[in-house]
């Protein structure tokens, strides 16, 4: 199945640490999305790139940075983990209206960090 | 995100029941996403609406994006235990895509 993979699916991390999570797509979208998904706060984006070379910054983008070097990854950095970092993050890719298919999966699986 | 109200926030229903959720936006939707996450694990498409008027269905869930394209309902029909979950609408804004809250959805045996 056509779609995006995330690493780790899970991490504990040290605050101060430095951490990157990643994500592949192998649907050759151009626009690619990291968001966050806290309890009672629902997805919210933390950086986007609408096509490789460019990025920007979502709702909530501080203490973390992305690139996008290709088509196909679009890594997440934290350089200074802190706990408030803690949370699931969300890889995605949505298809246009043309091409989204219930088959497709249009975001990773998520990865879980703990940042203590 | 503020921009996306999802009503009601949760909802209990006895299997076989027909429910809907709304979701609805402070600006003009130019795309409407709804995806469905079960409890504790990533978040599946369901349907992507960007015409006002526009009616899609999937199996027994049907969305509609009314004519002046600042709401959206998602509305199942018989309810069954596989459609529990978290339903969260997503909207294009531009260069970005935003969600609501999402609506939390149990269904009772």
């Known amino acids: 199945i056509a779609g995006i993979t995330q690493a780790p699916t899970s991490q504990i991390l040290a605050a101060g640490r430095r951490m990157t999570l990643r994500c592949t797509q192998d649907?050759?979208?151009?626009?690619m999305y990291w968001y966050r998904q806290d309890l009672g706060l629902g997805l919210r984006l933390i950086h986007y790139s609408n096509t490789a070379g460019t990025t920007g910054k979502g709702e909530v983008p501080d203490g973390y940075s992305v690139s996008r070097a290709n088509t196909d990854d679009f890594p997440l950095t934290l350089a200074s983990a802190v706990p408030s970092q803690t949370s699931v993050y969300f890889c995605a890719s949505p298809g246009l209206a043309g091409e989204s298919s219930t088959d497709t999966q249009y975001f990773g699986p998520g990865t879980r960090l703990t940042v203590l | 995100s503020q921009e996306l109200e999802q009503s009601p926030q949760s909802l209990i229903v006895q299997e076989g029941k027909n429910l809907t959720i709304n979701c609805t936006s402070s600006k003009t939707l130019y795309g409407l996403y709804w995806y469905k996450q079960k409890y504790g694990e990533g978040l599946i498409f369901l349907m992507m609406l960007q015409k006002g008027g526009e009616e899609k269905s999937h199996e027994k869930i049907t969305a509609k994006l009314d004519e002046k394209k600042q709401q959206s309902s998602l509305h199942i029909t018989a309810s069954q235990p596989s459609h529990a979950g978290i339903y969260l609408c997503g909207a294009v804004r531009g260069d970005k895509i935003i969600f609501g809250k999402g609506t939390r959805l149990h269904i009772l045996p």
């Open positions: 649907m050759r979208h151009n626009a």
